[in-house]
Structures are given as C-alpha cells and as structure tokens.
C-alpha cells in the first residue's frame, strides 16, 4: 500500500485523538502500521502516535513497546523519548524513566515540558538507591545470622522472619534474586535444617520472591528446578504442604498473568510465552498425583492444584491431562481404600477420594465438545474394564469405590457407568454378602451415591431396602452406620412434599434419632460421624425433623464441630443438613394458574409442611446463629466444588436475612469467605453470596463491615445483583448496600464507577417499583460526590439534571429528599449543571415545593440549589428572579427560628440576598 494511504490512516487516527476516542485512534494508527513496507521514518511517527494514545489508555506496557519500536527507527526521538517516561514511570520503572528524561535534557536543555519530571525522578532515583544500600547492608547482616548454624536459635528465626518481609517488597526481592545468592542457599539450609519456624519461613521466601516478575521467577526455577518444589511438598506437616502449594501457585500465577484472586483470568499473550514451562510444572503435577511414595497431604495438595488451573477460564488444561493419563491417576486415588495396606498402597488422607472426585468433575466439565466427552468416558471404561477382567476381589471392590465416587463427582458419568448391564446387580450382591464386610461397606455406600435420582431410587428401594435393612443389624458400626445413610436417603426420596411418604409415617423421625446416636455417641470416629451427618443431610428434607434437630443443642454443636475439622469428605453431609434446616434450597415457583390445572388433570401436587411455614424458618435460624454455625461455613468455604460453595453460600444467605445474625457473620470470618464465593463459584452461588454481603451492607456500618480493602472487594458482587435476571428485592438490597459504601468515600465511589455500577445505577432510577427506584435515587446521590459523576451530568447532551429535578417533584418523600440533595451537590459543583436545571419545565415548580416544604431539612436543600444557581452567574440568577423565588426567600428569612433548627437556612438566604444585592437585583435599604 502506498505511503498516502497510511497517512490517511494517520489522520484518521489523529481525529479520533483529538475526540478523546482513544480505541478508535489506535485502530487506525495501527492500519497505517500494518500497512507500511519496510521501515521508512513515517513508520517511527505512527508507532510514536500509538504509544500517545495507550498512554491516555493507561496501557502502558504497550505504549513502551512502541516508543522502543520508534527510537529503533528514529533514535534519540525527543517524544518518543518523552512517552516512553511517562509509561515508564507509571509502570514504577523509576530507573529507565530517568535515564529517558536525561538524555531528552541533554539533548534539549531547554525543553521546559521533561524538567517537571526530571527533578521528581531525580529524588526517586536517589532515594531508591539509598534504601537500596540500606537494604543490601541489612540483607548482608541477616544472611550471616541465618546460615550460622552457631547462632542463637530466636536470633535465627527473627532474621529469617526479617528476610521473608523484604522479600515481600520489590526492592528487597530485587536484591535478593539478582544480586544476592539466597534461592540457592535456602535449597542448601532446607536439606540439613531440623528447625521447622526456620524451614517453613525458608520456603515463604522463595513464594514470595516467585509473587514479584516473570524474570525472577525463571531465575528461581533455574537455580532450584521443579523437582525441588516437589521435593518439599512430599511433607506430612500441614504448614509446609500449603506454603510449597503456595509456592508452586506463585509460580503458575507469574507465569500466566493470574493473581491469587477467585475471578482472576489469565493474560493469554503470557500464557503462550510460557507454555513450555507450564506445561512442564503441569505434567510433573500430574505424573504426580498417584506417586506412591509421597504423602497423602502432598497428594491432596497437588491435585488441588490441578483443579484450581486446568479450568478453560484458568489456563485451560483439561485435555492435555486427559491425554497424559490424569484421568487413570485420579481413579486410582478415587479407589484407593486404607483397609489394604501393601508396600505398593498409596497414602491417603480423609479427603483424598473427595477430592479427587472434584477433580474429575471439574476435568468433565471442560470436555465442551463431543469427541473430547468420548474419549474422557472412554478412559473411565478402560479403567474399569481393566479391573473386572482381574479375577480377584480387591478389583472389583476398587470399580465400587470409584464409580461411588464418580456418582460425587461428574454425576451423569457416574450414572451411565452404573447403567451399564450387571454393575448394579454386583453392588447388590456386594452388599448381601454374608462374612466380607468391606465389600458391604463399599457396596453401602455406592447405593447411597446412585439413589441420587428418583428412577435409581426407586429401583434400589425395590431391589436393596431390604438388602439394606439386613446390614442395618450388623455388629459392625461402620457397615451399620452406612446402611442407615442408605435407608434414610430412600427414606427421604420425597423431598420436601409432605404427602410423599415412601417409608410407614414417623419412619424418617426413628432414622434421624438413630443418626443423632450415632452424630454423639461417645467414642464414634470421625468416619461415623460423617455418615450419621450425611444421613440427616437427607432426613431433614422433612419439616418433624428438622424441629426435633433444630432443638437438640447436642447435635447442632456436633455437626458445628464436626465440620470445623477441615476434612473435605464432611462438607456435603453437613452443608445440606444446614440447607434444609434454613430453607435455603431452590423452591419452584408456584403459579395458581398451574395449580389449578394440575388439579383437572389429577395430577399430585406438592405441598409444604406447616412446620416449614416463615415463623418456624426464622426460629431455627436463629438457634444456628447461636450455635456458632458460620465458623462451620468458614472451615467448609475451603472446598474446591462449586456445588458445595453453592449451598454454603445458601445458607449464609439465609443466616444474613435475620438482622440480628448479621453482626455474627462478621465477627466469625464470614465477609471473607463470602467476597471470594460471590466471585467463584456457579451463577446462583454467586448471587446468594452477593445478597448476603448486601444484607450485610444495609444494616452495618460499611467501615466495620467491610474493613480494609474488602470494603472495595465487595463492591462488583452488589453491582452483580443490579441485573434484570435479578429479582426485586436483591436489586433493592444491592442499591441500598451500594449506597451506604459510597459514602465511605471517593475510592469506594471511583470502584462504583469502575465496575460499571454508574450506568445500572442510573437505571434503576427509573424504575416502576417505588423502593427500588428510592434506593437508587439515593445511592446516585452518594455517587454525585464525586466530581467524575457529576460531569456526566453536563458533559454531553442528556437529560439527567431534568430527571433529578422531576424526581424533587416525587410524591413519596424519601425520593424527593434523595433528589434534591443530589441537585443541591450538582449545582454547587458545576455552572452547567446550573444551565441545564433550566431545562425542565417544572424547575420553577420543584424550587417553589422545597422552599414552601414545612420540614427544615427540605427548605435547607431547596436554599442551597437557589444559592448556587445565583452564585453561578448573573445570567442564571436573572432568569431564576424573574420568577417569586426572591419573594419567596425574602418570606422564608422572616419566619421566627424558635428551636435553631432554621439557624443554616437563614444564613444561605441571606448570603443568597446580597449576592442578588451585589448583581442590583435588590436595592440597598439605607439608599
């Protein structure tokens, strides 16, 4: 294309500059790029322009790019030179941002616009260099006191505390991966070093030093290698098992562009640079997951990595697991049972199946075309073919143990596979069997698992109650326990439909009695416990149930404690219990119409017991207020499945609908958790966890709330419920919480603003329903205090200043309030506002109500809006006297202030007056 050509893209671009339509100039700059041969100098001046308009976009890595293209071109390039300071600098690159203004001032001594930013730069640079000696010098003295293994063992472990907080800064890391040996002599220290505070602190350094850049994680990866990182992950402490995932999570994050955020995303052009070693640290996790020598906490961890990074809005894995045998790996954890212990066994904890169940749901999940569904169904078949062509015993049990947890994780794969001709006629005569009481453990609790769906329940009720009732007598607890979860799981097939009963009446009240036995009985293991939780999980589905539970102090506090031990195997059994108990599950909607027709049609109709009516909701509500029950939701909130983060945050939604549990919440930890479930989780999770912080938001001081940087945190959840898909009352909710934080201050209401919250906002005001159209009129009012809102108020042509002052107008009090406080802050800020109050025809009639209005606060707003429109201009306060307004204030000045209520309004109209006095509308009364 010739050079004319990309000139007209040039000007395209330089019109759309001058428009501030920053994307549009960057298109067109770069057409006149892409279509330039060779590398004439006018390629320098369209790179240059460019890097002007990413920097108005605050895209200041890439205006860099472009300023080194252009100096590659044209060097020395004085506005190059200068753009590639400004996005230096904004990038925190203080060193090169210096060295840029100082060569434009040796060039140019005279260029007036660089010396602002040379003599700011200069300090930085100087004051950067000097805490960077103090920083070598301290680094320099801590090092010696930690590798003296001859030192004190305090002093040791105080200058190891030392070296992990400056690795946390960017100067101090810097100093520590590129000037400094210490990855290297941590490894070394770690090898020998019997000191845990000294050993777990040595590995939070390196964490922190992989948080900082992409360089310097590399630089770490060399000198330590993965390996090492899965070296110190094979641990059976706890403490040292999370910091190695963290560290490995660092990695992956710096790596990819993510952040340690629920809702982060990858930066996709990071990812492909880095795919060689990700993919690497990805495959050495995987070949990982079924190492038979590391610990069961390390196997955990690992996986949980993999589920937190294989998500296709992560890093989008999925597949390559699949092909590097991650599914085979994980049914092996998700079949490994503790009863057999061989040299070859793996070690498991507790929640290793759980989670490894969560993992094949989440890899399932990612499989969003049919040929990739195929070939994951296909490797499950392969594994389980592989075991029932092995003659023994022990295969067949493994193929119970991993379909059971297939029907946990990926449901309909776990269904298909049980299916099959002859699988469920095995666990059935798994489950009879006379003498091996592991094959009627694992058989009792894979019907457990397959009677999730009515047409499997019904078949197991058919063929297994009786199968069921028969273990139910057995000596041992475990298998007893197991066959009561199984019978109180048909037992509730139901639902929450008083009429359906599949066992005789007051069956499903005996069974709960028999779980709580088991929930208390002292000396019951953990295991027995989680049973006797998962089987009322499905009893109280009935309303008689729930009372007598709600009421037993003993098991509410058993259930509490038992979920605060962390083990990922309790969450469902006691989040569920803790559903029914609120009510918090999905209901149907109920439409008379459908009723009626299902009544002609002699259809069954659901109905809901007396016992679930809103008085006796609110009374067990309550009561697991009381009981502690959102320290068990903080411990729970760890799961990694979206079903169960779904159903916790049900129920902190329910807990948050009772003014008095709110400040609970809080104190116990809630908001946390809540924030990061109302950004990860399924859509209708996220939303019940956003209501919740809303709920919150309404009735607490947002300070005390939402302290720190939650308070901003918080914000895009209630901008979430700001959505049509949304019902009445959480867009209600969400507006007065929103309200209530914009009035934290300017960075609570530029966070508004950022997350598009101005726009739905605005929306809502014009909203039928008075509540709701209220709640936002007031949280604008709150947002109008910012000086960015007011100016799209005036900046383009709109009719937003004559809505506010129809909204004076309103009949219900509160709007009409919210309304003229917000005219009364948008006249005071901007003359335009002023100008364009004039555009409605009912301006004369909304000032004339709020000055003639009895209450003072109104009068107060109303003398304020006629101060600022005389103190705009004599122009505008002509045109505002040449209605009665002056009359009206002249009358208003008189009338006597018998309690000081009226002391302010008093003093704005007289300041009002003489202003008028000053203009010549008013005479002085001595001439």
């Not at 976009?57 to 400004?86: G, H």
């Not at 109302?678 to 209501?691: I, M, P, V």
Request: charged share 30%.
């Amino acid at each position: 294309m010739d050079i004319t050509e990309c000139e007209k893209y040039k000007e395209q671009g330089n019109e759309a500059f001058k428009n501030n339509q920053w994307d549009e100039a960057v298109k067109h700059y770069t057409k006149a790029i892409n279509s330039v041969k060779g590398e004439p100098k006018e390629l320098a001046i369209y790179y240059k322009n460019r890097s002007a308009a990413y920097l108005k976009q605050e895209n200041f890595e890439n205006a860099v790019k472009d300023c080194d293209r252009s100096l590659e071109i044209c060097p020395n390039d004085p506005k190059a030179l200068f753009r590639r300071c400004q996005a230096l600098e904004s990038l925190e690159r203080f060193e090169e941002a210096y060295r840029d203004a100082t060569q434009i001032f040796k060039d140019d001594p005279t260029n007036k616009a660089v010396q602002p930013y040379l003599q700011r730069l200069h300090r930085i640079v100087e004051e950067r260099a000097r805490i960077n000696s103090q920083t070598n010098n301290k680094l320099e003295s801590m090092l010696k006191i930690v590798f003296d293994p001859s030192n004190d063992k305090e002093k040791r472990e105080t200058a190891m505390t030392n070296l992990l907080v400056l690795a946390k800064e960017n100067a101090g890391s810097d100093l520590m991966v590129n000037k400094s040996p210490i990855v290297q002599k941590i490894k070394n220290l770690l090898k020998m070093e019997k000191n845990q505070v000294l050993y777990l602190t040595g590995i939070r350094i390196i964490g922190e030093l992989c948080k900082h850049s992409e360089e310097k994680t590399k630089t770490i990866l060399k000198d330590v290698g993965i390996p090492w990182f899965l070296e110190i992950i094979d641990s059976e402490n706890k403490e040292v098992v999370n910091a190695a995932q963290y560290c490995l999570q660092c990695i992956l994050n710096t790596l990819s562009g993510m952040e340690n955020k629920t809702d982060t995303k990858p930066k996709q052009e990071l990812v492909d640079k880095n795919k060689s070693t990700i993919d690497t640290l990805l495959t050495c996790l995987t070949v990982s997951i079924n190492n038979q020598a590391i610990t069961g906490l390390a196997r955990d961890a690992i996986i949980e990595l993999l589920i937190r990074n294989i998500h296709y809005n992560t890093l989008s894995w999925a597949e390559q697991l699949v092909e590097k045998g991650g599914v085979r790996k994980l049914l092996d954890c998700a079949s490994e049972l503790e009863e057999y212990h061989y040299e070859s066994a793996m070690n498991i904890t507790a929640s290793t199946r759980t989670i490894a169940a969560v993992c094949l749901a989440r890899v399932y999940e990612n499989m969003y075309y049919d040929k990739a569904r195929d070939n994951f169904l296909n490797k499950i078949q392969e594994f389980i073919k592989d075991k029932l062509l092995t003659p023994d015993i022990e295969s067949k049990v493994r193929v119970v143990v991993a379909i059971t947890e297939l029907l946990r994780g990926p449901l309909d794969l776990g269904n298909s596979i049980i299916g099959k001709e002859g699988i469920l006629e095995m666990i059935l005569v798994m489950a009879n069997t006379e003498d091996d009481e592991l094959q009627q453990k694992v058989a009792c609790e894979c019907l457990i698992a397959a009677a999730s769906k009515a047409d499997k329940a019904k078949s197991i009720v058919s063929q297994g109650a009786d199968i069921l009732k028969k273990l139910y007598k057995s000596k041992n607890d475990h298998i007893k326990i197991r066959a009561l979860v199984g019978l109180c799981k048909l037992g509730s097939s139901g639902g929450n439909d008083a009429t359906v009963k599949p066992f005789a009446e007051g069956s499903t009240v005996k069974l709960a009695e028999a779980c709580r036995r088991f929930l208390l009985h002292p000396g019951k293991d953990k295991d027995i416990r989680k049973w006797a939780a998962e089987g009322l999980s499905y009893l109280t589905l009935d309303a008689e149930v729930k009372e007598k539970l709600i009421e037993d102090k003993a098991a509410l506090r058993a259930l509490v404690e038992l979920a605060k031990s962390g083990d990922q195997s309790v969450v469902y059994g006691v989040v569920t219990t803790l559903v029914n108990l609120c009510n918090a599950y999905e209901k149907q909607e109920v439409i008379p119409e459908m009723v009626e027709l299902a009544k002609f049609a002699k259809q069954h109709i659901p109905e809901e017991h007396e016992l679930d009516d809103p008085d006796f909701i609110t009374k067990r509500l309550i009561a697991l207020g009381q009981e502690n029950v959102t320290t068990a939701l903080v411990a729970l909130s760890k799961t990694e499945s979206p079903n169960s983060r779904e159903l916790i945050s049900r129920v902190f939604n329910a807990l948050a609908s009772e003014h008095d549990l709110r400040g609970v919440i809080v104190q116990q930890g809630g908001v946390k958790v809540l924030i990061q479930l109302a950004l990860n989780g399924t859509d209708k999770g996220k939303r019940q966890a956003s209501q919740a912080l809303a709920r919150i938001g309404i009735t607490m001081n947002p300070e005390v709330a939402f302290t720190g940087q939650r308070s901003l945190e918080c914000i895009r959840p209630m901008i979430s419920l700001l959505h049509q898909d949304c019902t009445g009352l959480e867009n209600f909710e969400a507006l007065m919480a929103l309200c209530n934080i914009a009035q934290m201050g300017e960075t609570a209401r530029q966070r508004i603003v950022k997350e598009g919250g101005f726009y739905k906002i605005e929306h809502y005001m014009y909203e039928d329903h008075e509540y709701i159209s209220r709640a936002a009129v007031q949280c604008m009012c709150n947002l109008v205090q910012s000086e960015d809102v007011v100016k799209t108020f005036y900046e383009s042509e709109n009719d937003r200043v004559k809505f506010v002052v129809s909204c004076c107008l309103d009949e219900d009090q509160d709007t009409a309030m919210a309304a003229s406080g917000m005219l009364a802050v948008l006249t005071g800020y901007s003359e335009k506002c002023c100008q364009k109050v004039f555009d409605s025809k009912n301006w004369l009639e909304a000032i004339q109500c709020l000055l003639a209005n009895k209450t003072p606060s109104f009068q107060y707003r109303g003398v304020c809006i006629v101060a600022n429109i005389v103190n705009a201009s004599k122009e505008l306060a002509s045109k505002l006297m040449e209605s009665n307004v002056l009359e009206i204030l002249m009358a208003l000045k008189l009338v006597p202030d018998e309690d000081g209520s009226r002391q302010k309004i008093i003093e704005v109209i007289e300041h009002t007056l003489k202003t008028c006095q000053g203009y010549g509308f008013i005479k002085n009364p001595n001439e």
